[in-house]
Every structure is written in C-alpha cells, then in structure tokens.
C-alpha cells in the first residue's frame, strides 16, 4: 500500500510584487495555515516516510510548518526542482520515481497542477480549485510507486485551511 499526500502551498504574500514568483514568501494567514494544516495532518495521523517540495519559498515553508508539526526531520526534507508550477505528469513523476521502502510520500507544489492531478486520479472528487494550504491524501493498492498511475486511486481524507467540518484549533 502507498499512500500520496498532495498538499497546496499555504497562502502568499504579493507584499514585493517585483520579486521573482520563486521568492515570494508566505502571508501572515499563510504562515497560520501552515501551522493548523499540520496539527491537522497529526489529527489525521499522517505520517510521511518522505516530503518532497518544490523550491519556490512559499512551498518550502509551507513543507517546513508541516514538517515541524509531524516531528519530520527537516534534514529529511527534499527539495524538487521538477515541483515548481509542475504539470500533473511532472507531478506524477516526482511520485513515481520515489524509492518503494518509502510507503508514504508527502509532496508540496502549486496550481493548476495539483488540482487536475487529484482530479485525474480521483475522478469522483470534481474540485475546480485546491485551495491554498489543502491536503489531499490518496491510497494505492501497490507496493510500487512506479505502479500507482495504473492503480485505482482511493481518497484517504481531502482538508483544508476554511473546512467548516473540522474543529479548528486556532493558533
């Protein structure tokens, strides 16, 4: 069994508009989303055997918050040029190419990437947009990360930083 967590970066900032889109840090309401969005994953009881990220800063942080929230390692933590603004095959990729001794993959992109992948491999899921800071965790029936395109995928659980239907626990 494999188990992919896709997560959307936490909100930016557009504080420095002519900064390069890789720089761009966090907002102040992303820099909290991150934060809940991990003591939500360790409600959810996730626990990443490995989190790849793309470079962009916004990511990076956004890996690094949840990271901390899960007590991951944050030498651990891989960064992954082919994540930035990814297409859903690059996506998938990354994925793919992952060692099988890892049994489940946390992976921090962008839109619209993240969005049509989930979208491609949960097809009841119909999500026009993840929002910024959302987790969507899928399982596949494979002990192959080479293998999981070819596998149905099922939906662990699908959170976010807005949910109504989770108690919130603010900062």
Excluded at 106 to 130: E, K
Aim: aromatic share 6%; with cysteine; proline share 6%.
């Amino acid at each position: 069994m494999k188990r992919l967590t896709l997560v959307r970066h936490a909100k930016s900032s557009w504080a420095a508009p002519a900064a390069a889109d890789r720089d761009r840090p966090l907002s102040n309401r992303g820099e909290r989303d991150s934060r809940k969005m991990g003591r939500r994953l360790v409600a959810h009881k996730a626990r990443p055997s490995l989190i790849v990220t793309s470079p962009a800063l916004r990511a990076q942080a956004t890996a690094k918050a949840l990271a901390a929230a899960l007590s991951y390692p944050l030498e651990f933590l891989q960064v992954e040029d082919d994540l930035y603004l990814a297409a859903p095959s690059n996506l998938l990729d990354v994925a793919q190419k992952q060692q099988d001794d890892y049994s489940d993959l946390l992976i921090v992109g962008h839109n619209p990437g993240l969005t049509d992948l989930v979208n491609q491999l949960l097809s009841d899921m119909h999500l026009d947009n993840l929002p910024t800071g959302a987790v969507v965790a899928m399982d596949f029936d494979t002990d192959a990360w080479s293998q999981i395109h070819a596998c149905p995928a099922r939906l662990a659980y699908y959170d976010y930083p807005k949910n109504p239907e989770v108690l919130l626990i603010e900062d």
